[in-house]
C-alpha cells in the first residue's frame, strides 16, 4: 500500500515529501556507499512520486556511469540516489520519521562488500556485487 512520507535534512533548507511504493526499506553495502554515508546505505525501495522543497540547496555527486547522489550543500545530509538511465530514485530511509517505526528492511544488496564489524539482523533476501552488477546491465540493456 503507499505511503505518503515528508521529512527534511538536518539543518532543514531541502524538505522531502513522497509517495512510496510500500514502507520497505533496503541497505546497499558497497563501498561508495559506505563512504557517502559512513556505513550501510538504508534508503527507500523506489518512490512514485516526490517533490523538493529547496532544490537550490541540493548538490549532486555523479558516483559511476549510471548515478548521481543528492545531499544538502549546507548541511552535508545524504538525500537520494538517482539511477540515471531509468531516471529511478530512492530517498534515504531516515529522512523521514513515518519509517522510524513503519519502516521495513526487505532487502539488502552488495552483501560481500558488508565490513565485518557490523551485520544487520534478521532473514531477508540478500544479494552479492555480481548479482547486483548483472541486473544493472540487464537494465542497461547490454
Ligand atoms: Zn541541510
Ligand atoms: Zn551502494
Same mark, same amino acid.
Given at each position: 500500500m503507499s505511503l505518503d512520507v515528508e521529512g527534511a535534512c538536518l539543518c532543514g533548507a531541502v524538505r522531502v515529501s513522497a509517495r512510496l511504493p510500500d514502507a520497505s526499506v533496503e541497505a546497499c553495502h558497497c563501498t561508495r556507499c559506505r563512504r557517502w554515508v559512513g556505513g550501510p546505505y538504508l534508503a527507500t525501495r523506489g518512490v512514485e512520486r516526490f517533490a523538493i522543497e529547496g532544490e537550490a540547496a541540493v548538490r549532486t555527486y555523479r558516483s559511476s556511469d549510471w548515478a548521481e547522489r543528492g545531499f544538502c550543500g549546507g548541511c552535508g545530509s545524504a538525500l537520494f540516489f538517482h539511477f540515471l538511465p531509468s531516471g529511478g530514485r530512492s530517498f534515504m530511509a531516515g /529522512?523521514? #520519521?513515518a519509517l522510524d517505526t513503519a519502516g521495513a528492511l526487505r532487502e539488502e544488496i552488495f552483501i560481500d562488500e558488508r565490513h565485518g564489524y557490523y551485520a544487520l539482523?534478521?532473514? =531477508? #533476501? $540478500?544479494?552479492? %556485487? %555480481?548479482?547486483? /552488477?548483472?541486473? /544493472? =546491465? $540487464? %537494465? /542497461?540493456?547490454?
Open positions: /529522512l523521514f #520519521p539482523g534478521g532473514e =531477508r #533476501p $540478500r544479494r552479492t %556485487a %555480481a548479482e547486483c /552488477l548483472a541486473e /544493472l =546491465r $540487464r %537494465a /542497461l540493456g547490454d
